[in-house]
């Protein structure tokens, strides 16, 4: 009587259906929804900031929405999809505008990402050995991506100011490179000067992921590559590259969608109009909504831009899952 009791009362406990089973799952499911509750006010804001105006968004590409209609936009007439068959009738000035913008956009921001990586990339190759100095030249390299977007644009357009810029101080009145000074702010020029503000600002990111993707990459590999007799350019090629695919993959996506979303930096540099060869897409937008005030046209370009940078993600995301499948296959 004495042992069986003991049991009888362990055998009970460690039931299911005892009272001390139903005590436990409570106890697990706040300690594993904690996270998730946690997380609730960012979600809600997230939802708040984001979808909510994206969604009020595509409800205005669809109203013919003017500034007639500022003071209530609901009540604009539905417009269907007109907004949309102007904005790609590339015959008409709105969709030849747009289109003009869109193919400045893409070259903009195909040499931007370009120069990027390409700075970023060797700036971290060339910090990976170890001399006098490296760590203050690592924070020098990241002080333009530290400072804030308006105060380094505003000083880059102090620097190209035509009669007093720095800019042509050194190129016209030093070096003597050019026979008069050059207008960086208007006229083709301009795209030079936004391509420069924003490689300038842009390329210490790429340097700060590629040189964190450069500490993974054992040393061993290129002091066994270095007793082979393989150069510089070669462990380079074989070795670092390859090693680096994955983290150059998500560098280049993330810099894509930055560079070609960018308002701050054109705006801040040209102001409300940029000129015609500086004139992106993120800043055609903000002119076709708030200076002719007319939001519903606005809008509808703002979802086809969406839709596009939907779909070259995708495109993209699925070519390099594809390639990184052919390459573990082999």
């Given at each position: 009587m004495t042992?069986?009791?003991?049991?009888?009362?362990?055998?009970?406990?460690?039931?299911?259906?005892?009272?001390?089973?139903?005590?436990?799952?409570?106890?697990?499911?706040?300690?594993?929804g904690l996270p998730y509750l946690l997380l609730?006010?960012?979600?809600?804001?997230?939802?708040?900031?984001?979808?909510?105006?994206?969604?009020?968004?595509?409800?205005?590409?669809?109203?013919?929405?003017?500034?007639?209609?500022?003071?209530?936009?609901?009540?604009a007439p539905w417009n269907g999809l007109a907004n949309?068959?102007?904005?790609?009738?590339?015959?008409?000035?709105?969709?030849?505008?747009?289109?003009?913008?869109?193919?400045?956009?893409?070259?903009?921001?195909?040499l931007s990402v370009g120069l990027?990586?390409?700075?970023?990339?060797?700036?971290a190759i060339c910090m990976q050995d170890t001399f006098r100095g490296r760590g203050l030249l690592r924070a020098l390299f990241l002080?333009?991506?530290?400072?804030?977007?308006?105060?380094?644009?505003i000083t880059w357009v102090f620097m190209f100011q035509h009669d007093n810029g720095l800019v042509n101080h050194v190129l016209h009145d030093q070096l003597g490179l050019t026979d008069q000074p050059s207008f960086w702010l208007i006229g083709d020029n301009s795209f030079l000067a936004l391509l420069t503000v924003s490689v300038w600002k842009g390329w210490p990111f790429a340097f700060l992921i590629v040189m964190a993707g450069l500490q993974n990459i054992p040393k061993e590999l290129y002091e066994a590559a270095a007793l082979d007799g393989a150069g510089m350019w070669q462990q380079i090629r074989?070795?670092?590259?390859?090693?680096?695919?994955?983290?150059?993959?998500?560098?280049?996506?993330?810099?894509?969608?930055?560079?070609?979303?960018?308002?701050?930096?054109?705006?801040v540099l040209f102001g409300k109009t940029a000129p015609a060869a500086a004139d992106l897409i993120s800043v055609h937008i903000y002119q076709a909504s708030f200076v002719t005030w007319n939001f519903g046209t606005g809008?509808?370009?703002?979802?086809?831009?969406?839709?596009?940078?939907?779909?070259?993600?995708?495109?993209?995301?699925?070519?390099?899952?594809?390639?990184?499948?052919?390459?573990?296959?082999?």
């Amino acid at each position: 009587m004495t042992t069986t009791a003991p049991a009888e009362a362990a055998v009970r406990k460690s039931s299911p259906g005892t009272a001390d089973g139903p005590r436990r799952r409570p106890g697990r499911i706040r300690r594993i929804g904690l996270p998730y509750l946690l997380l609730l006010p960012a979600l809600l804001l997230e939802l708040l900031v984001h979808l909510v105006p994206m969604v009020i968004g595509i409800a205005m590409s669809f109203k013919e929405l003017t500034q007639f209609y500022i003071r209530d936009w609901t009540t604009a007439p539905w417009n269907g999809l007109a907004n949309y068959e102007m904005s790609v009738d590339f015959d008409a000035p709105v969709g030849a505008a747009l289109l003009h913008s869109f193919l400045v956009t893409i070259a903009f921001t195909l040499l931007s990402v370009g120069l990027c990586w390409l700075i970023g990339t060797a700036a971290a190759i060339c910090m990976q050995d170890t001399f006098r100095g490296r760590g203050l030249l690592r924070a020098l390299f990241l002080v333009p991506y530290a400072l804030p977007v308006y105060t380094a644009v505003i000083t880059w357009v102090f620097m190209f100011q035509h009669d007093n810029g720095l800019v042509n101080h050194v190129l016209h009145d030093q070096l003597g490179l050019t026979d008069q000074p050059s207008f960086w702010l208007i006229g083709d020029n301009s795209f030079l000067a936004l391509l420069t503000v924003s490689v300038w600002k842009g390329w210490p990111f790429a340097f700060l992921i590629v040189m964190a993707g450069l500490q993974n990459i054992p040393k061993e590999l290129y002091e066994a590559a270095a007793l082979d007799g393989a150069g510089m350019w070669q462990q380079i090629r074989r070795i670092t590259l390859p090693s680096l695919r994955p983290v150059n993959q998500v560098l280049v996506l993330v810099l894509f969608l930055w560079t070609f979303n960018d308002f701050n930096t054109p705006y801040v540099l040209f102001g409300k109009t940029a000129p015609a060869a500086a004139d992106l897409i993120s800043v055609h937008i903000y002119q076709a909504s708030f200076v002719t005030w007319n939001f519903g046209t606005g809008s509808a370009m703002s979802v086809l831009l969406l839709l596009f940078l939907l779909l070259v993600t995708g495109v993209y995301l699925w070519l390099t899952s594809r390639r990184g499948r052919r390459t573990a296959d082999a």
